[in-house]
């Protein structure tokens, strides 16, 4: 177990602050299962594109921690952005996921794609965990509704073999954003979690954890120029704001071709990766 500065600071309910809304409040489908299997039921047959493009570039980073001969665990594999690609380097893939649909989905996929050495199993990681050990355990993004995260993070820590891997991807903000903010002065909804709440939780924990960040870019692409100004002006919390303003700030972002609408988000991702400790959950 690693112990460097010990920090007079509870990581743990950073986080749980970190999931309520600019109100305080904790959404529904942070405590409620129901609702968020309806909102997974909802989501999986509108996802029109099979993967994101910006996924791309953290799966080959990934790819690099597994063997052709490992059992690989992934946790809450959604649909499916790292999960194909890993079935298809590794001996197995197990799946551990909270919502049947997102399970009855990649169960459809994996078949047709013929990865039949993936299995999957339906349960919260933080409070079920199969009982084997695995060469890789990863999970990239699956983490927002995780409030036993301390637990969450010891039973992957717990279930590897060799590595622990844990996928985020982090600001910085859509840029017009924080324009709107500096120049206007509105409240504006920012993130309020980001991957460094999880590296100085597995720090507290005794985990000497690796990070590499990643340079991503993802286009949104609009078909109207209300939708345009509805999906980016929608994070200004001011009731009463110039909108005019706004939109001549959000516009310098916005490039026009084919009769649409792009806007260019550059951001990141971090991976965390450690080897496992011998610790448990403290009291």
Same mark, same amino acid.
């Given at each position: 177990?690693?112990?460097?500065?010990?920090?007079?600071?509870?990581?743990?309910?950073?986080?749980?602050?970190?999931?309520?809304?600019?109100?305080?409040?904790?959404?529904? @489908?942070?405590?409620?299962? &129901?609702?968020?299997?309806?909102?997974?039921?909802?989501?999986?047959? %509108?996802?029109?594109?099979?993967?994101?493009?910006?996924?791309?570039?953290? @799966?080959?980073?990934?790819?690099?921690?597994?063997?052709?001969?490992?059992?690989?665990?992934?946790?809450?594999?959604?649909?499916?952005?790292?999960?194909?690609? &890993?079935?298809?380097?590794?001996?197995?893939?197990?799946?551990?996921? #909270? #919502?049947?649909?997102?399970?009855?989905?990649?169960?459809?996929?994996?078949?047709?794609?013929? !990865?039949?050495?993936?299995?999957?199993?339906?349960?919260?990681?933080?409070? #079920?965990?199969?009982?084997? @050990?695995?060469?890789?355990?990863?999970?990239?993004?699956?983490?927002?509704?995780?409030?036993?995260?301390?637990? &969450?993070?010891? +039973?992957? $820590? $717990?279930?590897?073999?060799?590595?622990?891997?844990?996928?985020?991807?982090?600001?910085?903000? %859509?840029?017009?954003?924080?324009? *709107?903010?500096?120049?206007?002065?509105?409240?504006?909804?920012?993130?309020? @979690?980001?991957?460094?709440?999880?590296?100085?939780?597995?720090?507290?924990?005794?985990?000497?954890?690796?990070?590499?960040?990643?340079?991503?870019?993802?286009?949104?692409?609009?078909?109207?120029?209300?939708?345009?100004?509805?999906? +980016?002006?929608?994070?200004?919390?001011?009731?009463?704001?110039?909108?005019?303003?706004?939109? %001549? *700030?959000?516009?310098?972002?916005?490039?026009?071709?084919?009769?649409?609408f792009l806007y260019r988000h550059r951001f990141k991702a971090a991976l965390l990766y450690w080897?496992?400790?011998?610790?448990? !959950? %403290?009291?």
């Amino acid at each position: 177990m690693y112990h460097g500065v010990r920090f007079d600071m509870n990581f743990k309910q950073l986080w749980l602050e970190g999931m309520k809304d600019w109100n305080g409040n904790l959404p529904e @489908r942070m405590s409620d299962d &129901a609702k968020e299997e309806a909102f997974w039921e909802g989501f999986i047959p %509108k996802k029109t594109d099979a993967l994101d493009d910006y996924a791309a570039d953290i @799966r080959q980073e990934l790819l690099q921690f597994i063997e052709p001969t490992d059992h690989v665990l992934e946790i809450g594999p959604g649909w499916g952005n790292y999960t194909f690609a &890993a079935a298809d380097k590794a001996s197995s893939l197990t799946c551990v996921d #909270s #919502s049947r649909s997102v399970i009855h989905h990649l169960q459809k996929e994996t078949k047709r794609l013929g !990865l039949e050495h993936t299995r999957f199993i339906h349960a919260k990681w933080e409070e #079920s965990v199969p009982n084997e @050990r695995f060469d890789v355990v990863f999970g990239i993004n699956c983490y927002y509704r995780m409030q036993e995260i301390d637990r &969450a993070l010891i +039973n992957m $820590n $717990n279930a590897s073999k060799r590595w622990a891997i844990i996928g985020l991807t982090t600001g910085p903000e %859509k840029p017009h954003l924080w324009e *709107i903010h500096r120049k206007l002065g509105y409240k504006v909804k920012f993130q309020r @979690r980001d991957y460094i709440y999880l590296t100085n939780l597995l720090y507290e924990l005794g985990i000497d954890v690796n990070c590499k960040m990643l340079n991503l870019e993802r286009t949104y692409r609009y078909d109207s120029e209300e939708q345009l100004l509805k999906d +980016n002006l929608a994070p200004i919390l001011d009731a009463d704001y110039d909108r005019k303003a706004a939109e %001549k *700030i959000l516009k310098h972002f916005v490039t026009e071709e084919n009769g649409g609408f792009l806007y260019r988000h550059r951001f990141k991702a971090a991976l965390l990766y450690w080897k496992p400790e011998p610790i448990n !959950l %403290k009291e």
